[in-house]
């Protein structure tokens, strides 16, 4: 079981930085794929950015050249780096863990994001 908290949320300006983090207890995330996710009211959540067990990293086309996600395994915490931000990111921010067994996939709380113009 995990448990994961995510924070960094909050007010960020147009064109401005934030950075998220999510912790995670109970277990190591060392053999995690990690993610983050985002959502807007009435819409379904989206991936955002992930990254790979082994490091590897992907993001939606929105946000490349952007948002950075990196992962500290010491730590057992992720984060997502967002600069040059814009109004339409924001949304709810989740954390999501999917590990290598069926049924391993635990997700936080959610922290808001708004980006004002």
């Not at 990254?51 to 050249?65: A, C, E, F």
């Not at 915490?77 to 996939?105: H, I, W």
């Amino acid at each position: 079981q995990v448990q994961l908290v995510e924070s960094g949320g909050g007010l960020g300006q147009f064109g401005g930085s934030l950075r998220l983090s999510c912790e995670a207890s109970g277990s190591g995330i060392r053999a995690y794929d990690m993610g983050w996710y985002r959502r807007a009211p009435g819409k379904e959540r989206e991936v955002v950015a992930s990254i790979s067990r082994r490091g590897r990293t992907d993001y939606v086309d929105s946000v490349k050249g952007r948002f950075s996600m990196s992962r500290d395994n010491a730590k057992n915490t992720v984060f997502l780096q967002m600069n040059s931000l814009k109004p339409e990111d924001t949304r709810v921010y989740y954390c999501n863990a999917k590990g290598p067994v069926v049924g391993q996939d635990y997700w936080g709380q959610g922290t808001q994001v708004t980006v004002s113009s």
